[in-house]
């Protein structure tokens, strides 16, 4: 039952290997290495926030923003997909730009954000993530 609502922990262990890169990413020699290791964390906390994604928990808070929006009305859905495309745009400027530690936490509700949409760009987008997330996830599971 357990497995059924947290899933196979990997992407708690994505999560996992994303924080500890950004705790101890000053450790390691390099003027640029700091905000290289960032940018890996974010890339790798949006992998996490897509195999999080589809837990049973995941799928229930998919849910709940999806049935919020419907309570709302028409006018939820064009503001959700606002929302969708701001964090986005923010997740992207981290990710080429200037990484901060903010674009991690963009980075894990990205996925919830874009499991709403049932159809066009944010849909095709959150499908396109899943195998680039399980492909490293198990990476890191042969390694441990």
Not at 24 to 48: Q, Y
Not at 50 to 60: D, I, K, P, Q, S
């Amino acid at each position: 039952m357990l497995t059924g609502i947290i899933g196979n922990g990997a992407a708690v262990i994505l999560a996992a290997v994303a924080l500890f890169m950004v705790k101890h990413r000053h450790d390691l020699p390099g003027r640029r290495t700091p905000e290289v290791l960032l940018t890996a964390a974010i890339v790798m906390m949006a992998f996490a926030g897509t195999l999080a994604r589809e837990t049973g928990f995941g799928h229930w808070i998919a849910g709940l923003i999806g049935w919020i929006s419907r309570a709302i009305g028409q006018d939820a859905n064009l503001v959700l997909a606002v929302i969708t495309l701001f964090v986005l745009g923010m997740l992207a400027r981290h990710i080429l730009k200037t990484a901060a530690t903010t674009g991690l936490w963009l980075a894990f509700v990205l996925p919830f954000l874009l499991a709403v949409f049932s159809s066009g760009f944010f849909h095709t987008l959150g499908t396109d993530l899943q195998g680039p997330a399980a492909a490293v996830s198990n990476a890191i599971q042969s390694r441990i």
